[in-house]
């Protein structure tokens, strides 16, 4: 399953802001192992493209994916106007369709939505609505809508 979080503001999204964000949550019994890639001496300064989130063994880690290019961005957000559009909501939800091309960077979760534990789920929930309040994000899920940063329904797309 993949979340993304398309992001107005500027400020880049630091690992080490997630790292800490993540160990202040206390969500697991035992802290999870991150890897940040690229990797660097100096994780927390370096502009990263993925974390992955080893949370427990025999479970599929989660990964982040941050892409502040807007060209390498921009067929993510292509995909949420043209998903709008096919559900005849693009003129209802215009205000929605300017803050995706307001865009200065995106987040992607992907995660394991079968084989996930509850603790990771409340994890995921706690840290995109974080990300979202932080740096003015707007929540996509692919076939099921558009939340706030507080994961409630700003336009729904399935039924």
Not at 42 to 60: C, H, M, N, S
């Amino acid at each position: 399953m993949f979340i993304h979080i398309f992001c107005q503001a500027d400020k880049p999204l630091r690992s080490q802001e997630i790292a800490h964000f993540i160990e202040e949550g206390a969500y697991f019994e035992s802290p999870p192992r991150l890897t940040v890639a690229p990797s660097s001496s100096q994780a927390g300064d370096t502009p990263w493209t993925e974390l992955k989130i080893e949370y427990q063994a025999r479970k599929r880690p989660v990964l982040l994916h941050r892409e502040d290019n807007a060209k390498e961005f921009a067929e993510d957000k292509q995909e949420a106007i043209e998903e709008l559009q096919h559900a005849a909501l693009a003129k209802k939800h215009s205000a929605l369709i300017s803050r995706l091309e307001d865009t200065r960077q995106l987040i992607v979760f992907e995660i394991d939505s079968e084989g996930a534990t509850e603790d990771c789920w409340e994890m995921v929930d706690n840290l995109e609505g974080w990300i979202a309040r932080e740096w003015k994000g707007l929540i996509y899920v692919a076939g099921e809508g558009f939340y706030d940063a507080d994961l409630k329904p700003l336009c729904k797309l399935a039924g």
